[in-house]
């Protein structure tokens, strides 16, 4: 069977010989461990007889991030610099554009050559592209977010039954274990520290961000932080995943996405965890086709289609129904600003975004429900796109993100989905109701549950019903 590479070079220079380190920039995965991008740069690190160093650049610019999400991650970079500095490997910190930054630390550093992670989303890639066309040196990139290198799909996907048989076919060659390197040589000076990862609030103090978004009352980042959500989940919900998945009134679900979001935990971890639980293989089987071909299908979405952002990337059965229905009147039309606040007087509509508000998350079941309601409370699919995706990025601590970005286009433009019997606005667009959530989970206990989150971050809650 044909193994696919993690490994694409960026650019064709040379390993500098006589060079002072190698470096592994930690970009969109930022973890220790399970990280296949840093055991590459160790490994040749071990074959150049140099030493390891993990740069992570702090880009106060960063497209849509705010207050809430610069918490999430540094939290995770605390616990990262510890687990590296367990194994040895230096971790220096800096500050400023991605491009201009990891080409001056290359340079002063008097680098070998430079590895990092993949990034899927456009700006990510550009980041990548536009220092391996301005560095001397070889620099590689390294599929580790994926359990199957992106690559292995060389086109876009229509749908997960497309992507399924290929996906499951390939998979038993890359669900095993990454084996973890010693390094053989270590830095020996102080490592550069713009930062220190240490400082949460002292960093945040620094940066000149956006404010107006909180951190979350729930969720704290980290490997860690991680690690304790999967053993919860080994222990208790993935028992019963197939049945419960969708009950928000429990929170049920692992909980893991905005960790995968920031690479504060490994799918394949995750992936090899859950397959080797003991559970029975229903539940099993149900939780990886979310965790592995339903997330990679997403990355596939992001990876070949350049317009992942915005309308035209749908497909065209869904731009056409969706036009043809553009007219049709709408029920209710309401600002962004009440839409925001959570403050429609629908209770399941306003308990999920309460629920983004006050933890940075939304069950994932009543997200579906949010997402598509948009389409009867706004004037036009692409405004309904548009306010999805702001609050999603504002808010949620897995946003810009390719599932965020998929997901919306499913629930909106019928991406990945099949035309359903027509209806007034939606057209062929798969229908949901806030009205028939009851039918999927118990809305008062969702309801209890989000007025709970809503006291711990200090935000008005909504009557129960």
Known sequence: MEIFRREAELNDKPVKPGGGAVICWMQSVQRA???????????????????????????????????????F????????????????????????????????????????????????LRHLRRWRKEAAAVLKIRMIEVDTNCVIPCTAFTKEEYAAYTMRKKYNRLLPDYLVPLK???????????????????????TLKILKIDRSVPPSAVYKGGPVEARKLLDTFLDGGLRDYAVEHGNAAINSGSRLSPYLHYGHISPLRIALEVDESGTGRENVGAFLEQLLVRRELSINFTWHNENYDMPSGWPEWGRLTLDGHRKDPRPMIYLRERLEAGETGDPVWDAAQKELLASGRI?????????????????????????AVWLNDRYALDGRDPNGFTGIAWCIGGKHDRPWPERPIFGKIRYMSTGRAGSHFNVKGYINRVNDLCTAAGIQGIDTV
């Open 33 to 71: 461990h399970d990280n296949h991008a840093l055991e590459y740069a160790v490994e040749n690190a071990n074959r150049l007889n140099l030493p390891v160093i993990v740069l992570f650049i702090l880009d106060p610019a960063y497209p849509a991030a705010n207050l809430r999400h610069y918490t």
């Open 180 to 202: 973890t390197h010693k390094p053989v040589k270590t830095f020996s000076q102080d490592p550069m520290r713009e930062f220190n990862p240490y400082d949460i609030d002292g």
């Open 73 to 120: 991650m540094l939290q995770g970079i605390a616990d990262t610099a510890k687990e590296l500095e367990n194994r040895g490997i230096a971790f220096f910190t800096a500050i400023g554009p991605p491009v201009e930054t990891v080409v001056r630390v290359a340079k002063s550093l008097d680098a070998a050559m430079l590895v990092t992670d993949r990034g899927y």
């Open 363 to 387: 069950h994932n079941y009543p997200r579906m429900i949010w997402a598509k309601k948009l389409l009867e409370w706004t004037k036009s699919p692409e405004e309904a796109w548009e306010t």
